[in-house]
Nanobody
Framework: QVRVVESGGGLVQPGGSLRLSCAASGIIGKVLLMGWYRQGPGDRRDLVAIISSSGSASYADSVKDRFTISRDNAKNTIYLQMNSLKPDDTAVYYC?????????WGQGTQVTVSS
Protein backbone atom coordinates (compact mmCIF):
# COMPACT_ATOMS: atom_id res chain seq x y z
CA GLN A 1 0.00 0.00 0.00
CA VAL A 2 1.52 3.26 -1.14
CA ARG A 3 1.29 6.17 1.25
CA VAL A 4 2.35 9.75 0.64
CA VAL A 5 1.96 11.88 3.74
CA GLU A 6 2.61 15.60 4.02
CA SER A 7 3.12 17.38 7.30
CA GLY A 8 4.29 20.70 8.68
CA GLY A 9 1.59 23.04 7.45
CA GLY A 10 -0.13 25.55 9.65
CA LEU A 11 -0.80 29.20 10.31
CA VAL A 12 2.11 31.61 10.15
CA GLN A 13 2.44 35.38 10.04
CA PRO A 14 3.86 37.15 6.99
CA GLY A 15 7.63 36.97 7.03
CA GLY A 16 7.61 33.76 9.01
CA SER A 17 8.89 30.31 8.11
CA LEU A 18 7.58 26.77 7.85
CA ARG A 19 9.20 23.47 6.97
CA LEU A 20 7.06 20.93 5.16
CA SER A 21 7.83 17.23 5.04
CA CYS A 22 6.62 14.52 2.70
CA ALA A 23 7.22 10.87 3.48
CA ALA A 24 6.49 8.21 0.87
CA SER A 25 6.21 4.57 1.91
CA GLY A 26 5.20 1.27 0.37
CA ILE A 27 6.78 2.17 -2.95
CA ILE A 28 8.55 -0.55 -4.89
CA GLY A 29 11.20 0.47 -7.35
CA LYS A 30 13.05 3.63 -8.18
CA VAL A 31 11.64 7.03 -7.33
CA LEU A 32 12.77 9.41 -10.06
CA LEU A 33 11.25 12.71 -8.99
CA MET A 34 9.50 14.15 -5.99
CA GLY A 35 8.01 17.58 -5.79
CA TRP A 36 5.73 20.09 -4.15
CA TYR A 37 2.66 21.61 -5.76
CA ARG A 38 0.15 24.04 -4.34
CA GLN A 39 -3.43 25.05 -4.97
CA GLY A 40 -5.09 28.16 -3.59
CA PRO A 41 -8.85 28.71 -3.42
CA GLY A 42 -10.24 28.75 -6.94
CA ASP A 43 -6.80 28.19 -8.47
CA ARG A 44 -5.19 25.39 -10.41
CA ARG A 45 -2.58 23.13 -8.90
CA ASP A 46 0.81 24.62 -9.75
CA LEU A 47 4.37 23.45 -9.38
CA VAL A 48 6.30 24.91 -6.46
CA ALA A 49 9.51 22.90 -6.51
CA ILE A 50 10.73 19.56 -7.79
CA ILE A 51 13.86 17.55 -7.10
CA SER A 52 15.43 14.61 -8.92
CA SER A 53 17.11 11.58 -7.43
CA SER A 54 20.46 13.22 -8.17
CA GLY A 55 19.49 16.29 -6.18
CA SER A 56 18.83 18.69 -9.04
CA ALA A 57 16.09 21.12 -8.08
CA SER A 58 13.80 23.48 -9.95
CA TYR A 59 11.54 26.17 -8.54
CA ALA A 60 8.65 28.33 -9.55
CA ASP A 61 9.78 31.92 -10.07
CA SER A 62 7.51 33.12 -7.28
CA VAL A 63 9.36 31.09 -4.64
CA LYS A 64 12.85 30.71 -6.08
CA ASP A 65 14.69 32.94 -3.62
CA ARG A 66 12.64 31.98 -0.57
CA PHE A 67 11.99 28.23 -0.67
CA THR A 68 14.44 25.33 -0.64
CA ILE A 69 13.61 21.74 -1.52
CA SER A 70 15.71 18.83 -0.31
CA ARG A 71 15.42 15.06 -0.17
CA ASP A 72 16.49 11.97 1.70
CA ASN A 73 16.62 9.25 -0.95
CA ALA A 74 17.03 6.44 1.57
CA LYS A 75 13.70 7.34 3.14
CA ASN A 76 11.90 8.63 0.04
CA THR A 77 11.29 11.81 1.93
CA ILE A 78 11.42 15.41 0.75
CA TYR A 79 11.29 18.70 2.56
CA LEU A 80 10.35 22.23 1.68
CA GLN A 81 11.89 24.99 3.76
CA MET A 82 9.75 28.08 3.28
CA ASN A 83 11.10 31.43 4.43
CA SER A 84 9.83 34.99 4.12
CA LEU A 85 6.31 33.72 3.67
CA LYS A 86 3.73 35.95 2.03
CA PRO A 87 -0.07 35.89 2.05
CA ASP A 88 0.07 34.81 -1.60
CA ASP A 89 1.76 31.60 -0.44
CA THR A 90 -1.48 30.54 1.23
CA ALA A 91 -2.57 27.27 -0.34
CA VAL A 92 -2.87 23.56 0.13
CA TYR A 93 0.54 22.07 -0.55
CA TYR A 94 0.65 18.65 -2.18
CA CYS A 95 3.50 16.20 -2.46
CA UNK A 96 4.03 14.29 -5.69
CA UNK A 97 6.06 11.11 -6.21
CA UNK A 98 6.98 10.13 -9.74
CA UNK A 99 8.21 6.74 -10.89
CA UNK A 100 8.69 5.39 -14.40
CA UNK A 101 5.23 3.82 -14.43
CA UNK A 102 3.35 5.46 -11.56
CA UNK A 103 2.63 8.81 -9.98
CA UNK A 104 1.34 9.29 -6.45
CA TRP A 105 -0.14 12.26 -4.62
CA GLY A 106 -0.52 13.03 -0.97
CA GLN A 107 -3.63 14.47 0.62
CA GLY A 108 -2.11 17.89 1.08
CA THR A 109 -1.26 20.12 4.00
CA GLN A 110 -2.73 23.58 4.51
CA VAL A 111 -0.43 26.58 4.72
CA THR A 112 -2.03 29.85 5.74
CA VAL A 113 -0.02 33.06 5.86
CA SER A 114 -1.95 35.76 7.65
CA SER A 115 -1.67 38.25 10.47
Amino acid sequence: QVRVVESGGGLVQPGGSLRLSCAASGIIGKVLLMGWYRQGPGDRRDLVAIISSSGSASYADSVKDRFTISRDNAKNTIYLQMNSLKPDDTAVYYCNVHQVTDTYWGQGTQVTVSS
